[in-house]
């Protein structure tokens, strides 16, 4: 079992940068793949970034690729993304996750089997 708590939401304008943290118990953090998801009302939940375990390397959707970073602190059970050039329509409730899928359900939701409970991203025009 797995309990992730994400934090660092809030209200931004356009342009500016947000980091966004993921705390994760238990001693098999560094197991897991872990990743970033997104919701808006009314929609799917759509993948943002991952990170896989051992070294597996990191992932982005071609929507924040390039102006946004997913870490991962293993000390600290943490992982953190890390966003900048903010956009309206990066506003959403963010969700990490953590799974143990193969390579090819890096992006979809199913791939993941613990959820946090989100936090609020809303970016201002």
């Known amino acids: 079992q797995l309990h992730l708590v994400e934090s660092g939401g809030g209200l931004v304008r356009t342009g500016t940068s947000l980091t966004l943290s993921c705390e994760g118990s238990?001693?098999?953090?560094?197991?897991?793949?872990m990743a970033w998801f997104r919701q808006t009302p009314g929609e799917d939940r759509e993948f943002v970034a991952a990170t896989r375990r051992s070294g597996g390397g990191t992932y982005y959707a071609e929507s924040v690729k390039g102006r946004s970073t997913i870490s991962r602190d293993k000390q600290k059970n943490i992982i953190y993304l890390q966003m900048n050039n903010l956009k309206p329509e990066d506003s959403a409730v963010y969700f990490c996750?953590?799974?143990?899928?193969?390579?090819?359900?890096?992006?979809?939701?199913?791939?993941?089997?613990?959820w946090g409970q989100g936090t609020q991203v809303s970016v201002s025009s």
């Open positions: 238990g001693n098999s953090f560094r197991t897991y793949n």
């Open positions: 996750a953590a799974g143990v899928a193969v390579l090819s359900s890096t992006r979809v939701p199913s791939g993941y089997l613990y």
